[in-house]
RNA sequence: GCCGAGGUGGCGGAACCGGUAGACGCGAAGGUCUCAAAAACCUUUGCCCUUGCGGGCGUGAGGGUUCGAGUCCCUCCCUCGGCACCA
C-alpha cells in the first residue's frame, strides 16, 4: 500500500509528522487530574538551560538526550514518566550581553526563550509542555521572593557586610568571572575590594545535617565527594594568645577577647593544637579587628600601607596561591599560652578573614605555608613533632605536615603522640580558659544579594524606624522594574534605586517613608527550588501543592553537569531542608538519584567560540536528522563520562537506523509471522534484550547500542532478511534513543497506540539468552595456543581431553610434564608445564 | 599547590569478579551492484617475522604479586576537569 517514496528513510518528515502527533494528542504531557492520580509516578530531572542569544550548545543536547533516554526507557518499563524542562533566564549573561549590543533583557530573553523552546523541541525530548517554568516570569519569581520571606521570618536570612569586587571605573560590582588578573574584563581598570552590607542564607547552621545525609543518597561519587570536600568539616581547637604589648610598652593581661580597644587576647583556630608549642608567632589577616590594637606606633606607617595593599587586591587574586608570601611585622607580642614564651604577631594575606577567626597561630616546622613565610623573613623554625627515626633536633628542611609521629620540644608532653597530644594540650588550656574544642567547616554562608539589576529584587523594605521589614505576601511579587538603560551612574547607587516611584515606598509596619531593598537575588536561589514548582504550575496560588508534591516528590533521577556538584546541588538541598523544618515538605533530600554527565569535546579539543569549532546542531539535525543525532551523541562515548564529537562518525549510527528502517518495510505488509527465526539469532535476541536493560538502566548508553549493531548485523548477516519477530523487539530497544523512527516503525508494524503508551520494553527469557557451548581458551604456561568448543559447564577432564586433542596444544606440551592444570569453567584452562626432566645435555 | 577523573590500534571507544585485549563505530584498502555517483552490501585492517601453518611483541614508564595483570600493589611521568593558601 505505500507509496514508492514513503519505503525510503525520511528523517526529516518522519520526526516532524511524529513531533506533530504528540503535540496533538498530548502524548508528552499530563493534565491535573494525571497528576493528581498517577499510579507509578517518575520523576526525571534535568538541568534546566541558560536561554542564551546563540541558541542551544551541543552540551546541553548532549545532557538532554541522556536524560531523555533515561525517562523514555522507564516509561517503556511502565512508569508514569514526568519530564519538565525550563529556563533560568535571570542573570549576569543578559546584563552583559545587553550592556554590548543594546538589546534590553526583556526583549532579548523571550526571543531566547522562543528559539530554545524550537530547538528543544526538535531534539525530540518527552517535556511536558505544559508544566514549564521560566524563572524571569513574575508568576515564578513571585515564588522565589515567599522563599525569601519564609527563610527570613525563621532566622535564616541576615544583613552581613562582606567584602566584593569593585570596579571603581564602572562603578559596579564584578562577578569573579568577570575580574581577569585582578583587572575590570570590561575597561581593564584594576580592581579593588570594597566591603558592602549584603543579604546572607544561614547555610553553615545546616552544615553538618548536610553532611551526614551524604551518606544515605545515590549520587555519583565524583559528587558526593565534592560536597564532602566543599562542606570541609575540620576537627580542632581555638587557642587563646593573651597579648603582651609592643616593644615599648609590657602588656598587661586580664580576660576577653572582644574585637576593638579592649581585647585583651588573639583567638586563632587551629586542627594542631599539639604542635603549640611550635607557634612561634601569630598571623592576623590584614582586616582583623584586632590589628590596631597591637599595632606598636613605629610600625603603624608600614602595617597601614600594607593593609592598603591588601585592600586593592582583587578577591580572586586574595584566593590565588603564591609562592611568595607577603607580610609585615606589626610590632606587637602575645604569650604562647602552652609554652609561655613572648612571640610576635605580624599580618599576611595569606590568612583570611572569612575562615575561622581570621588569625592563625604560625607553626613553621610543621606546616608548609608557615614554612615558606618563616622562611622568608627569617623567623625561627623549631621541631615539635619527630617522625619515626627522627628525634627532636633532627633538622627540618621542609615543614612535617604528617599527622603522626612523637612530641618532642614541648614540655612535659614530650613523648606523646599526635593524637594524644591533641587531647592533652587543649584540656590542659581549656582548664586555664584558654582553650575550647571545636569543630569548623569551610563551608560560608550564602550571600545572595547582588548588586545589580536582571534578578528578582529581594522583597524586603529598609525604614528608618522599623528597620528591614518584609514585603507582605499578598503583595507579591515585587515586580522588577523597567529601566531601559541600568548603566551604573555616577551617584554609584543601585539601578532600582533610580526608579523613585518604585523605590520609595510606604514601610508596611508603621506606614512612615521608607525605601525598597535595592539588590536582587542570586541566580542561584531562583534554580534552588525549581523542581518544586514543575508539578504546580498549575496552581497561581501557591509555590507548590502539598498532595501533589506528596506524590512526585523527591525527584527520582536527576542528571546534570558536574560543574554544579558543588554550589547549585548544595544550595537547593539547604532551602528543601529548611522548608522541611518549617513543616513545609516531608522529605528533606530533593533529590533520590543524582548522576552527573561528561563533558563532549570535538576531535580531541575542547569547544568554544573563539576557537569557531562550536557544533552548530540545527544543520546536523536537517541532514541526518535528531534520531541520528541522538544515537550518536550516546554512542561516542560513556554518558558519565563523556566523549570525543568526531564529524565524521555520525555515519555510524545513520547508517544503523537506515537499516533499521529497511529490516521493518521489507516485512511491514507481511500478512503473519514467518516461521524461519533462526535459533542463534533469537538467542542473540535475548542477550541483547538483557544488555540493553541492564546498561541503559546503568546509563551505559554506548554499549547498549554497540550491542544494538551487533544484533542487526547478526539478524541481516550474510544479507538475510530478519523476520517480524527478530526485529520488532529491537525497534523497542531503539525507541529511548531515537525516539521518532520508533514510532514510525512501530506503526508501520501495525501498532495504533504511541509505542510510549504501555508498557512496551521487551522482556527477555533468560533460558534462551543462555549459551549452550562455550569457547574455552587454552594456555600452555599462560599463553593461548587454541580454543576449544566444549559444553557448558563441563568438567575438567572433559576439557583437558579435548584440548589435549588440539594439535597446536599438543606440539607444545610435548615434551613437557604437566605440573598443574589450571580450569575456569567455561572461559580458560592453562597447562602449568615445565621441560621433562629427564633430558640432559643442551641443545642449540 | 590541593582535590577529582583519566592514559588501550590511524581515531572514538569495548573488556564481568584477575582468565582468549581491541566488541561496536569511524577512517583506510580491495571487491559487488550502477552508464555514473550516492546509498547499500561483501572481504581485510594492532605492530613485526612468515607463502602458509604458526611465532614474537603489545593497554603511559619502571618494578612487584600471580599459573595468568589493561584490571591488584609500589615508584614515577603525562593529560583533562574543578578549586578556596581553609590553618
Redesign the pocket.
Known sequence: MPAEADQAYDPVAVEASWRARWDREGTNSFTLEELRTAERPFYNLMMFPYPSAEGLHVGNIYAFTGADVFGRFKRMQGHDVFEPIGFDAFGIHSENFALKTGVHPTELIPANVANFRRQLRRIGGMFDWEHTVDTTDPDYYRWTQWLFLQLFRHGLAEQKEAPVNWCPSCMTVLA?EQVIVGACERCGTGVEQRFIRQWFFRITEYADRLLRNLKHIDWS??TL??QY????R?E?AELHFPLAGTDREPGQGDTGDEPGAGATRIT?????PDTVFGATYVVL?PEHPLVDAVTSDECREVVGAYRERTRAKDL?A?????KR??GVFTGGYCINPASGDRIPVWI??????????????A?PGH???DF?FADTYRLPIPRVIAAPGEGADTPLSIAYEYPTGTLVNSGRYDGLSVEEGKKAIVADLAARGLAEAKV?F??HDWCISRQRYWGPPIPIIHCGECGPVPVPEDDLPVVLPHVEDFRPDETGVSPLSRVREWYEVACPSCGGDATRETDVSDTFLDSAWYFLRYPSTDFPDRPFDPGITRRWLPVDCYIGG??H??LHLLYSRFIVMALHDMGLLDFEEPYDQFRAHG?I?R??A?MSKSKGNVIIPDPIIERYGADTFRVYLM????FV??????D??I??????L??LW?SVVAIEDEAEARDDIDPAVEQKLHQTIQRVTEQVGTL?Y??A???M??YL?AA????RTPARAEIEPLVCLVAPFAPHIAEELWRRLGHEHSIFEGANWPSFDPARAAVRVA???V?V???????VSAPVGADREAVVALAKSEP?VA??LEGMEVR?I?H?PD??L?F?AAQAAAVGGTSG
Do not use: C
Open positions: 569573579n561519587d565524583t565527594k565534592a570536600n566543599w562542606i570541609g575540620s580542632g586563632v583556630f587551629t586542627t594542631r589577616a580572586v586574595r584566593k590565588k596561591v603564591e608570601k607577603t599576611a594575606d595569606y590568612v583570611l578573614m572569612g575562615y575561622g577567626t581570621g588569625a592563625i597561630m607553626v606546616d608548609e605555608r615558606d569548623v569551610r563551608l558536574n560543574e556538584a558543588v563533558l569535546i576531535e580531541g575542547k554512542f561516542l562515548g560513556p563520562e563523556g566523549g570525543d564529537y568526531q565524521q562518525g555515519s555510524g549510527p545513520h547508517g544503523f537506515h537499516r529497511e551505559r554506548n554499549t547500542i554497540a550491542a549493531m551487533e548485523n541481516r548477516a550474510g544479507g569457547r574455552v581458551a594456555q604456561n599462560g599463553r593461548v595456543r587454541g580454543t597446536n606440539r607444545h598443574r589450571i575456569v572461559r580458560l592453562n602449568v
